[in-house]
């Protein structure tokens, strides 16, 4: 079955910077679109960045649009999302997650493989 592990995730200050990491297992991740959501106490799991799987279209959120950046190294089967200057309203769980289903990628409920997640915590 797939499986996706993040890391990366931790505590920073306002204005501060983080790079998560997806590792995949058990698919062709390289023919696989990809994504990151995230999810704070009380919000739905929200869709932040997504890229095709040949890494050259994706989105992104209007909430992180010029601060988050999405990447992917398909010999690693890694996916990657920079962080930069960081909100207290960032805090929550970051989560990655594969497309299913051959649709846009900003189709949020189009994606059926999840990671455990990550903690990602702002403070001033």
């Known amino acids: 079955q797939v499986q996706l592990v993040e890391s990366g995730g931790g505590s920073v200050q306002v204005g501060g910077s983080l790079r998560l990491t997806c590792v995949a297992s058990g698919s062709d991740f390289s023919t696989s679109s990809m994504a990151w959501f995230r999810q704070a106490p009380g919000n739905r799991r929200e869709l932040l960045a997504a890229?095709?799987?040949?890494?050259?279209?994706?989105y992104y959120a209007d909430s992180v649009k010029g601060r988050f950046a999405i990447s992917r190294n398909n010999p690693k089967r890694t996916l990657y999302l920079q962080m930069n200057s960081l909100k207290i309203e960032d805090t929550a769980v970051y989560y990655c997650a594969m497309q299913t289903q051959r649709v846009e990628i900003s189709v949020e409920d189009s994606y059926g493989y999840w990671g455990q997640g990550t903690q990602v915590t702002v403070s001033s």
């Open positions: 890229m095709v799987w040949m890494g050259a279209g994706t």
